[in-house]
């Protein structure tokens, strides 16, 4: 039973270029969602969260839009660089109760071309 | 400030063989998480542990196991290892328990032949 999703495997853009990555998620006692940047032989790098109750979240170039209703998530960058290129995990967790338990989405690899 | 450290980087079991993980949290933080991924699998929890107790376990069979010390390091053991277990294992760190704030170091990677 896979709780969070993220049905693209790949997402090739241009330097320069917005890229958009999706995640859906079935557990609605979820109320934190976060997004992970990971290179290889690394571990996960914390970029950007939301809480349940909102909607958005911006930092820099990096935007998390979530739509409860649909129960889905993306993280915008803008405007996309080469050092961006990673894998992408999108991440969930019910605050408070989880003890420590993400529950993360099978990752996507983001490639920007120069 | 230091963050999480793993050791050792890689290692290299034969089927049968146990093996202990170890990890170290960023100082003044109590919460500690271990993860294993796999290609296949991604990124499963294992294990949660604050102030020496296991608060949360994944489904993982029995012989995945942890422990906490009061310094707060973080010990994890697989035994009779099988060829399955070959993953890279992941600690992360969080000043306390069921918060979000996580930080993960960069991972053991097992190899068992």
């Known amino acids: 039973d896979q709780q969070v999703k993220q049905n693209s495997p790949s997402l090739s853009v241009q330097e320069g270029r917005i890229s958009i990555l999706n995640c859906d998620y079935t557990?609605?006692?979820?109320?934190?969602f976060l997004w992970y940047k990971k290179y290889p032989a690394e571990g996960p790098t914390f970029l950007i969260s939301?809480?349940?109750?909102?909607d958005k979240n911006e930092d820099g170039r990096f935007t998390v839009f979530l739509n409860k209703s649909a129960k889905h998530l993306s993280l915008h960058i803008v405007p996309s660089q080469p050092g961006d290129s990673a894998v992408y995990f999108c991440?969930?967790?019910?605050?408070?109760?989880?003890?420590?338990?993400?529950?993360f989405g099978q990752g996507t690899i983001l490639t920007v071309h120069p | 400030k230091a963050g999480v450290t793993q050791t050792p980087r890689y290692l290299i079991k034969t089927r049968g063989q146990q093996v202990t993980l170890s990890c170290s949290p960023i100082?003044?933080?109590?919460?500690v998480s271990w993860y294993q991924q796999t290609p296949g699998q991604g990124l499963q929890f294992l294990f949660e542990?604050?102030?020496?107790?296991?608060?949360n376990k994944g489904n993982f069979p029995g012989r995945f196991s942890g422990r906490q010390f009061s310094n707060s390091r973080s010990e994890m053991n697989v035994s009779t290892l099988e060829l399955g277990d070959s993953a890279l294992y992941l600690c992360?760190?969080?000043?306390?328990?069921?918060?979000?704030?996580?930080?993960f170091g960069s991972g053991t990677r097992l190899t068992v032949v």
């Open positions: 992360a760190s969080s000043p306390a328990s069921g918060g979000i704030g996580y930080t």
């Open positions: 991440a969930a967790i019910t605050g408070g109760t989880s003890y420590g338990k993400l529950t």
């Open positions: 557990n609605s006692m979820f109320d934190y």
């Open positions: 542990y604050f102030s020496e107790t296991q608060r």
């Open positions: 939301i809480s349940s109750i909102k």
């Open positions: 100082s003044g933080h109590r919460s």
